[in-house]
């Protein structure tokens, strides 16, 4: 794992966007896959500035609540178009996001896999994390093996997540999520955390044993996990000053 703590959340997200553009620039034809919530929305917003080519690049997104039709407010279809997609010149044929409004949620849960599989896997996946450490919408208990399947949400992320839908009694239970295992499938992951309520969860998933009580902890067996953080989420990290170390001193070629 690569820890990276910044000042302050621009910077962490000036630098997970540097990544991804670099990932663009080597290869246009990247497979993405992609996150939702408060986190990435700085990133969002820098890689429509960097002005990139999006036209052969393709996307799996996450996850999506189970209910919600894609023009929902509230949706993470609506979120995604909003943020990023209208912004750039990617095709829609090649956005993919979990269907909200399936009726064979099994059957629609297995062709997502398998057009993850066919797109050739995903390149980088790019997460937030949730302060009781899922992962997606991989809750605490959620098998480390687990891929795209339906879930049903804790009552804590229930009310983290009740702002976007008035109210917490409107947030859905259930939702579609890709799985642990789906995710530990893909080549490179970005994580980011920012803010003191993330601090808890960062430290365990970092530092912590591997448990599915805190998903993201499965990303320490990641070949390449990125964690990228500002102060306020690092504050719990016991060995943030060595991470820091590492990230000031690394060779130039390894630098992003
Ligand atoms: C949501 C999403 C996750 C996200 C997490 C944190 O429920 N499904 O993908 O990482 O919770 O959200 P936020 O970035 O708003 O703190």
Redesign the pocket.
Known sequence: MEIIIQPTPEAASAIAARMVGRLLGEKPDAVLGL?????PLLLYRELVQMKLDWSCVTTFN??EYVGLASDHPASYHRFMWENLFRHVNIAEKNVHIPDGLVQDIPRFCRRYEMMIRVAGGIDIQL????SDG?I??NEPSSSLASRTRIKTLTEQ?RAH?AAAFGGREQVPHHVITMGVGTIMDTRQVLLMAFGPDKARAVAEAVEGPITAMNPASILQLHPVAKIVLDEAAATHLRKADYYRWVYDNKPNWQKV
Do not use: E, V
Request: glycine fraction near 24%; charged fraction near 5%.
């Open positions: 996150a939702t919530g408060s986190t996450l996850d997460l937030g994390i949730g899922h997606g919408f992320t997540n």
